[in-house]
């Protein structure tokens, strides 16, 4: 079992940074791939980013590679999403997610974070 809680979401303009953090409880923490998923008003939720157990493999979206970051600090149980240049569109609830292997589809993922809003204005 997983228990997982995002922060470090909010409002910034187009152009700024903001870093998303999740917390993961439990001591297997180490052994899940983890990923990064949006979801915005009216839309699918939508993959950005996963990273692999020891964090040695990582994969992105088109929409927005080289401007995110995923990273990942085992020994503290928790994974990070560094965000760079934001635009309007990134506007969305961010969740975070553990499940067995890198994976783009959220339905291979089984534990999940009750989210964190980042808004991006214009």
């Known amino acids: 079992q997983v228990q997982l809680v995002e922060s470090g979401g909010g409002s910034v303009q187009a152009g700024g940074s903001l870093r998303l953090s999740c917390a993961a409880s439990?001591?297997?923490?180490?052994?899940?791939?983890m990923g990064w998923f949006r979801q915005a008003p009216g839309k699918e939720r939508e993959f950005v980013a996963a990273i692999s157990w020891s964090g040695g493999s990582t994969y992105y979206a088109d929409s927005v590679k080289g401007r995110f970051t995923i990273s990942r600090d085992n020994a503290k149980n928790t994974v990070y999403l560094q965000m760079n240049s934001l635009k309007p569109e990134d506007t969305a609830v961010y969740y975070c997610?553990?499940?067995?292997?890198?994976?783009?589809?959220?339905?291979?993922?089984?534990?999940w974070g009750q989210g964190t809003q980042v808004t991006v204005s214009s």
């Open positions: 997610a553990a499940g067995p292997q890198l994976w783009s589809d959220y339905t291979k993922y089984g534990y």
């Open positions: 439990g001591r297997t923490f180490s052994s899940y791939a």
